[in-house]
Nanobody, 121 residues
Framework: EVQLVESGGGLVQPGGSLRLSCVASGFTFSSSFMSWVRQAPGKGLEWVSHISSDGGTTYYADSVKGRFTISRDNAKNTLYLQLNSLKTEDTARYYC??????????????WGQGTQVTVSS
């Protein structure tokens, strides 16, 4: 059974930093393309970042480029997202996802339970 468990969220002031983690199990993590996706209050799902299976290639949404960094440790089956220079508009629930898609408004694939990030002064 695929399991994705996120942690590391919290309340942080604008300009602050957080590091999110996602521990994976039930599949071959080192062979899997992984993603972070977020959902702000009252809004739809927004893709944040992808990383290739070996960590050598990364992709970012324009809204986070230069501030967030995705990485992975295949020996620990763990995906990370470093969030720097946080803004109030980064407030959202952050999900780790694998083989995901949103079809007719419904998320498909494998998702964790999410971790809440709140940016507020």
């Amino acid at each position: 059974e695929v399991q994705l468990v996120e942690s590391g969220g919290g309340l942080v002031q604008p300009g602050g930093s957080l590091r999110l983690s996602c521990v994976a199990s039930g599949f071959t993590f080192s062979s899997s393309f992984m993603s972070w996706v977020r959902q702000a209050p009252g809004k739809g799902l927004e893709w944040v970042s992808h990383i290739s299976s070996d960590g050598g290639t990364t992709y970012y949404a324009d809204s986070v480029k230069g501030r967030f960094t995705i990485s992975r440790d295949n020996a620990k089956n763990t995906l990370y997202l470093q969030l720097n220079s946080l803004k109030t508009e980064d407030t959202a629930r952050y999900y780790c996802a694998k083989n995901w898609a949103v079809i007719a408004g419904t998320p498909r694939g494998y998702w964790g339970q999410g971790t809440q990030v709140t940016v507020s002064s």
